[in-house]
């Protein structure tokens, strides 16, 4: 059973930094690419960052690129997400997501980031 | 890139057919056969119900269908049921690894 496990999540304040941290399982995570799709309170959703299997190719949406860094760990079958200078418009269930034939097949169940002073 | 353009809600009542529409560009919606639709319930993470415009992944009732014309893609569920109810979006791969989704719909079940 495929499994996206997100951590890290929690309360920030403005300018502050946080780092992600999704767990996979039950699939080969080192063959799919891997994606952070946020939703803020009561809003839709919202794609942020895209990383190819062996990293090689990373892609950020416009909001985040520059402040938030995506990255993964084959070995360790992790995705992770470090975001820093951030602001109250980041506040956001963040979701990792399995990318399938340009389609996001598996989520997590999200983590919540709260950015408030 | 600006999200699609999706209505607001849509509602009928059960057994009846509705259908969702997704609106975006030549860039997006118009260049690639990459759509895809979500289905999200309250407090829940999407779930995916049809990709390639018109596929349904294994598991997802056939009463789920997606189809495709220029800029406007559109989801059809048919043969409504309560638990259809939910909030659905729409989304679109935009070139050089981006994607953009629409600003979701919200279906009501009458």
């Known amino acids: 059973e495929v499994q996206l496990v997100e951590s890290g999540g929690g309360l920030e304040q403005p300018g502050g930094s946080l780092r992600l941290s999704c767990a996979a399982s039950?699939?080969?995570?080192?063959?799919?690419?891997m994606n952070w799709v946020r939703q803020a309170p009561g809003k839709g959703l919202e794609w942020l960052s895209n990383?190819?299997?062996?990293?090689?190719?990373?892609h950020y949406a416009d909001s985040v690129r520059g402040r938030f860094t995506i990255s993964r760990d084959n070995a360790k079958n992790s995705l992770y997400l470090q975001m820093s200078s951030l602001r109250a418009e980041d506040t956001a269930v963040y979701y990792c997501?399995?990318?399938?034939?340009?389609?996001?097949?598996?989520w997590g169940q999200g983590t919540l980031v709260t950015v408030s002073s | 890139q600006s999200a699609l353009t999706q209505p607001a809600s849509v509602s009928g009542s059960p057994g009846q057919s509705i259908t969702i529409s997704c609106t975006g560009t030549?860039?997006?919606?118009?260049?690639?056969?990459?759509v895809s639709w979500y289905q999200q319930h309250p407090g829940k993470a999407p779930k995916l119900m049809i990709y390639?415009?018109?596929k349904r992944p294994s598991g997802v009732s056939n009463r789920f269908s997606g189809s495709k014309s220029g800029n406007t893609a559109s989801l059809t569920i048919s043969g409504l049921q309560a638990e259809d109810e939910a909030d659905y979006y729409c989304?679109?791969?935009?070139?050089?690894?981006?994607?953009?989704f629409g600003v979701g719909t919200k279906l009501t079940v009458l």
């Open positions: 990383i190819t299997p062996n990293s090689n190719l990373i």
């Open positions: 039950g699939f080969t995570f080192s063959t799919y690419p």
């Open positions: 997501v399995r990318d399938q034939d340009f389609s996001f097949d598996y």
């Open positions: 989304c679109s791969y935009a070139g050089s690894l981006s994607w953009v």
């Open positions: 030549s860039s997006d919606v118009g260049s690639y056969k990459y």
């Open positions: 390639e415009d018109s």
